[in-house]
């Protein structure tokens, strides 16, 4: 699903390489009762699949962490690199706070703070589709961000969450 905001920003950004160009959304199910945050799509994974946490070295550990986690029927063994999980093979929901990879270039603030707000306006919406939400899990430092920061604050009163590390890292 393209996004007007998301285009008119990469357009403003002048963003460079054409093939990193997907608008990222939400994927999995809709139904579970946890929620994975990223940061924003991998400019060689999710940047190129529209589909969070894939085909780079993040999403080859975060997806076979969650299939040995159970939040997967996907076998671990069997994921490789160019893996893209069926949405209904999730038992979980994944997201990122931000829509495409475009937010880490070096912006005017106020193009920059637009389009932070309007991101965060998909994730709120995702977040209220999830009518079995219980435990939202926080990837990486995107909770650190404004203006998202605030708004895990409000969450905490509503649901578990957990903070892990980037799986950039592993």
Do not use: W
């Not at 996907?74 to 893209?84: E, M, S």
């Not at 990122?96 to 994730?123: E, G, T, W």
């Amino acid at each position: 699903m393209e996004c007007e905001e998301c285009k008119k920003f990469r357009s403003q950004v002048n963003l460079i390489d054409e093939s990193k160009n997907c608008i990222v959304h939400g994927y999995g199910n809709y139904n579970s009762e946890i929620l994975f945050i990223g940061e924003g799509p991998g400019k060689d994974g999710a940047a190129l699949t529209c589909v969070p946490f894939t085909k780079d070295y993040s999403g080859l550990v975060f997806q076979k962490s969650i299939s040995t986690l159970g939040y997967s029927n996907n076998n671990p063994k069997k994921i490789d690199g160019n893996f893209i999980p069926n949405e209904n093979s999730l038992k979980c929901f994944i997201t990122n706070v931000f829509r495409c990879y475009s937010y880490k270039l070096k912006v005017n603030k106020d193009i920059l703070k637009n389009y932070q707000m309007h991101c965060l306006s998909h994730l709120k919406d995702e977040i209220n589709k999830l009518k079995n939400l219980k435990k939202i899990v926080i990837i990486g430092k995107s909770y650190t961000k404004a203006p998202i920061k605030g708004y895990i604050e409000k969450l905490k009163s509503n649901y578990e969450m957990k903070f892990v590390t980037h799986p950039a890292y592993y």
